[in-house]
């Protein structure tokens, strides 16, 4: 057999893998600038959803304090979901998006470490994340008119940044579902993040939920994020350990099991033949 | 040290798909296939669509993990050393497969970044490959959505050279193409064989292509080898003009012949 060396020292194996990591964030900037009308569209029509919940507030029969407090619990509910859906749906994206581009055969096989492949999907994803949150929670305290002058930011972002760990190993877990199932795999995605948005208190106290809905909870990192986001925002709290250490310890498990369950699911389509572009 | 690049031995793919509620129905894809490539060497796999062409293809890129048998690419086995073969292979099939609001040149550097290539390597490299491939440096910022069949294939070409692959899988890279454009892309294909030290397996149903640019041509019908051999010993072991007679011959079929209901289906399930 002809020899050809493909052996690499570990520093030029890493070396090629931050490269690789490099040019996930690179794409996912290039495809942005590409599509930006119609992210810009998406951003108004986001915009324009937490308008229509922040609003509730207003409709209820509240003293100004009351009425300032309520909406800016709505305000950082929205808010925060669009971060971490955004996240979710970036990260659950890894596949569909390739797909439905006809690029997927090229990238899965190219000789790049799937961890970094799906994290360098995650990095992006937390950044666009945040510009996007920080320009929805701009535009509706500036419309609405909402006084947050006690708010923590530092504290309320530094949460943020641990708990979207959180949720890229969530992200990762349903990036597999259009991979093994091609036509209801993003559905599934759907699924999975409206059932985090029912559990995690994201408009309501998790204590008005049943309480077995309120076990569920405990799990969601959406629950510790909105809890922690909120007391920073409203009282100028700090980054309190009760919300940080649930939120490291699911982020702990959920990266690796993230990864195991989509290195599973790629197997099963390399077995299965749905690793291809039309499915 | 023998000098082979491409060891196939034995490789069999099934592929299977619900029928009705709880049945399945099941294709070979291929059967029993054996074959091996020397380094440099040009192979050329002839087939009509479904014969296992681009699953043989998928395979070796390790885009499908097989139901018996075993594949080494320069002795590295290819379903259990999956990220060194990666390392040393790149193909070009028939659909271009680019982000399509990107412009040629960010595709290349997105794939570029997979094969450790860093922007300052790939700032110089990238205008000097499309240019090799024919592809107007005046287009090169322009969508690939915008560009014609003939030319995302280029940019294609260039796709796959720019990591110097050692292997080369051409997955009917001319298919679809205008006779200038196909005539462009032939010529390419005869450049790399001159200039690289690849090794390439063309995959194709266009028999003056294979008879043109390969070495070896093999027949690969419903799943199955029939042959891999000097397009001389073949048409002389069948004793027949043309490789059309040649198929003909071995098959039983014409080329052109209507598919049967279980062709059809193979080629969905392929």
């Known amino acids: 057999m002809a020899s050809v060396d493909v052996t690499f020292n570990k520093r030029k194996v890493v070396r090629n893998e931050l490269i690789g990591l490099y040019g ?139 708990a979207s760990v959180s949720f890229i190993g969530v992200g990762m877990m349903t990036a597999v579902l259009p991979l093994i199932s091609p036509e209801k795999g993003m559905q599934l995605g759907f699924v999975a993040q409206g059932l985090m948005l029912v559990v995690s208190g994201v408009y309501y106290p998790v204590s008005v939920l049943p309480e077995w809905m309120q076990w569920i909870s405990k799990i969601s990192p959406a629950t510790y994020a909105l809890r922690g986001c909120r007391n920073s925002i409203l009282d100028g709290a700090g980054l309190a350990w009760a919300d940080v250490w649930p939120l490291l310890v699911i982020g702990v498990f959920s990266i690796p099991i993230g990864l195991v369950v989509f290195r599973a699911g790629e197997r099963y389509a390399k077995k299965t033949g749905k690793l291809k572009r039309s499915g | 040290m023998s000098s082979q690049a491409v060891v196939v031995r034995d490789l069999e793919k099934v592929f299977s798909r619900r029928k009705g509620l709880v049945g399945r129905r099941r294709r070979a894809a291929l059967s029993g296939v054996s074959f091996a490539i020397e380094r440099g060497e040009c192979v050329a796999i002839l087939g009509q669509n479904g014969s ?170 419903r799943g199955e080898l029939l042959f891999l051999e000097p397009v001389d010993d073949v048409k002389a072991r069948y004793g027949v003009e043309t490789l059309e007679e040649a198929f003909f011959v071995a098959t039983g079929r014409t080329f052109e012949d209507e598919k049967t209901e279980d062709d059809e289906e193979r080629e969905v399930f392929a």
């Open chain 1, 24 to 162: 996930i964030v690179e794409r996912n900037v290039y495809l942005t600038k590409r599509y930006f009308l119609w992210d810009l569209a998406f951003l108004l029509w986001t915009i324009a959803n937490t308008l229509t919940i922040v609003f509730i507030a207003d409709g209820v029969n509240l003293s100004a304090a009351e009425r300032n407090e309520f909406a800016t619990k709505l305000l950082v509910g929205g808010v925060i979901w669009a971060f971490l859906g955004i996240i979710f749906e970036i990260v659950t994206e890894t596949v569909a998006w390739e797909r439905w581009e006809g690029t997927i055969e090229y990238t899965f096989m190219a000789p790049v470490s799937r961890p970094v492949h799906l994290v360098g999907m995650g990095i992006y994803a937390v950044l666009y994340g945040l510009v996007r949150a920080a320009a929805v929670y701009v535009a509706v305290v500036a419309f609405i008119g909402i006084s947050v002058s006690d708010a923590n930011y530092t504290a309320a972002v530094a949460l943020l940044a641990i």
């Open chain 2, 52 to 221: 296992g062409k681009s699953t043989l293809v998928r395979l070796l890129s390790t885009l499908l993990l097989p139901d018996g048998g075993t594949a080494h690419v320069f002795g590295y086995d290819v379903f259990s050393e999956e990220r060194k073969v990666q390392r040393l292979v790149n193909r070009v099939s028939v659909e271009a497969s680019f982000f399509k609001k990107m412009s040629a040149a960010e595709n290349l550097a997105y794939a570029a970044r997979f094969y450790g290539m860093g922007p300052r390597e790939t700032h110089a490299k990238i205008p000097d490959i499309l240019e090799r491939v024919g592809f107007p440096s005046s287009r090169r910022n322009e969508a690939m959505e915008n560009l014609s069949r003939g030319m995302q294939q280029k940019v294609a070409l260039a796709r796959a050279l720019l990591t110097s692959p050692v292997l080369l899988l051409l997955d009917e890279p001319t298919t679809g193409l205008d006779p200038r454009s196909k005539q462009e892309v032939q010529n390419f294909i005869r450049e790399i064989r001159q200039r690289h030290d690849s090794t390439i397996l063309l995959c194709t149903h266009d028999m003056k292509e294979a008879e043109e640019l390969a070495d070896r041509v093999g027949l690969l019908d």
